[in-house]
């Protein structure tokens, strides 16, 4: 049972963590949205295994507490842009309609690669080099 004291301290640290969130993930999203989308699945691989093994120093406190909240939030900017319908996570939604109206309206958001048909499912495949992205200029 947590005391009075760790129960606030828990909600101001969601707090704290929705509200940057809340300014994160859009920044991400501008930053990847013209970013090749087997790119994005690589960072997105790269960014779920941050989280599963630096989750814990962002939720307790740890030396690796930023690399975990980027990896959150980048995660989620990956998600509202390649998933049909966006990202809804904590209350708060991120997809590529502006102004979302309804989050859980999936038919009221477009289909992100129109004139695609999403592949059939498959099997895990080699995911590209990230040491490439972004490539050098020229
Ligand atoms: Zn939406």
């Known amino acids: 049972m947590t005391r009075p004291s760790e129960t606030a301290a828990i909600e101001t640290q969601r707090m704290v963590l929705?509200?940057?969130?809340?300014?994160?993930?859009?920044?991400?999203m501008v930053e990847l949205d013209d970013v090749p989308a087997e790119h994005l699945l690589a960072m997105a691989t790269r960014d779920a295994t941050a989280i599963g093994s630096q989750g814990d120093d962002l939720q307790f406190g740890g030396r690796r507490a930023e690399a975990a909240f980027n990896a959150l939030a980048r995660g989620l900017a990956i998600a509202a842009l390649t998933t049909w319908g966006g990202v809804?996570?904590?209350?708060?939604?991120?997809?590529?309609?502006?102004?979302?109206?309804?989050?859980?309206?999936?038919?009221?958001?477009?289909?992100?690669?129109p004139g695609s048909t999403p592949p059939p499912p498959g099997p895990i495949r080699d995911l590209p080099d990230l040491s490439a992205w972004p490539p050098p200029a020229a």
Request: charged letters at 20%; a negative charge.
């Open 18 to 28: 929705i509200e940057t969130l809340r300014l994160a993930v859009p920044l991400h």
């Open 88 to 113: 809804t996570w904590q209350g708060l939604h991120w997809c590529r309609t502006p102004g979302c109206a309804d989050p859980d309206d999936v038919d009221a958001h477009p289909q992100p690669y």
